[in-house]
């Protein structure tokens, strides 16, 4: 019977195996190569303890005040907004000057730097004719001060509607609303701007899961949707979402709340609850808002429309690199791989001369 006998690498042998073995790419990405921006995984990035804030039904992130979120309460609370830091800690009270809430579901920030307050929620499952949007300036400072506040009259083109998502499109500064609804509910589009003297008539213009908050990328070109049990990614063009996939939020029981992150990096989430913890996910390249900058900048040699690759249309992705590429990611580990297999040959040769010496 031939007995196999193990065969240990010479050490120089075994360290440039450990040394090409660090280059091999994991999805077209080299472990090796630091990326132009520092990953973050994501995780919970504070806890709301303002005792006031025991039902956080919306969050926006400012635009002014870096690292700032504002939210509200859902109900019984008063027209109250609130900025908390990124401590979780309330920097500001802001009271909406002649206002007496019902139902207050969701905040969004418009591009003319207003923030509007969704006073849109119907538990009666959808008994109320009219509901109505707040919109005030987002205060240059953050100190507890009374607002003047513009009231918009809103109604649905079908009839009334439980809703607890308002988003504010960041580009177009037109609103939009998506109802509440165990089987699914509708997405709808408000007028091209709100009259804050007739009334604002929202119309259904696509169908969505059971939402609970909704929030537009900065640039406009992403809108996540979220429920309890899940969230939704879409890319946002002319008008209408096309769905880009599931997003993982954690598990928050009563999860209220979303927005973006000011950078479009991420996005946070939120629930409702004493000391409610509020979570980050970031997204990934293929996640991010157009605008934005993969985290993983692609090799100039490649991407750059002269070195002979055509140029992505306005808003489109870049061009994918070929797998075989030398100078990209995925050419690189390609390449990684191969020395791996070579030194693996070198090995098995290397083993078989010293068991025909031995035997």
Known sequence: MLR??????????????????????VGGAALGAPPAFAADPGGQAFTITD??????????????????????????????????????????T??????????????????????????????????????WIYAFAEPAELRDQTVEVTRYKVRYEDGPRDAEALMVDPVTGRAYIASKKQGGGGLYQGPEKLSPTGVNTFRRIAD???????????????????????????????????ELGRLSPPFQGQGESVTFTADGRAVLYGAEGRNSPVWRESLDDEQLPDTVPPLRSPDPKVSSPGAGTS?????????????????????????????VFLLAIAAAVFGLRRKKREG
Not at 97 to 105: A, M
Request: net charge negative; aromatic share 6%.
């Open 4 to 25: 196999m006998r193990t065969t240990r690498l010479p050490a120089v042998l075994l360290a440039a195996v450990c040394a090409a073995a660090v280059t091999v790419t």
């Open 51 to 92: 005792p006031r804030i025991t039902e956080s039904s919306g969050l926006a992130a400012s635009r002014r005040h870096p690292g700032v979120v504002w939210t509200h309460n859902d109900s019984d609370d008063g027209p109250y907004v609130y900025a908390v830091d990124a401590q979780g800690r309330t920097v500001a």
């Open 94 to 131: 802001v009271t909406l000057r002649g206002i007496e809430p019902r139902d207050v579901e969701a905040i969004s920030l418009g591009p003319d730097g207003r923030l509007y307050v969704g006073d849109i929620g119907d538990n009666l499952g959808g008994k109320w004719p009219e509901v």
């Open 208 to 242: 969505v899961p059971w939402i609970t908050d909704g929030s537009f990328s900065p640039d406009g070109t992403r809108l996540v949707l979220r429920g309890y049990l899940g969230a939704t990614l879409y890319r946002w063009k002319d008008g209408a979402p096309s």
């Open 311 to 339: 140029a992505p249309a306005a808003g489109g992705a870049a061009p994918t690199q070929a797998a075989g590429d030398k100078d990209s990611p995925a050419g690189a580990g390609d390449q990684a791989l191969g020395v």
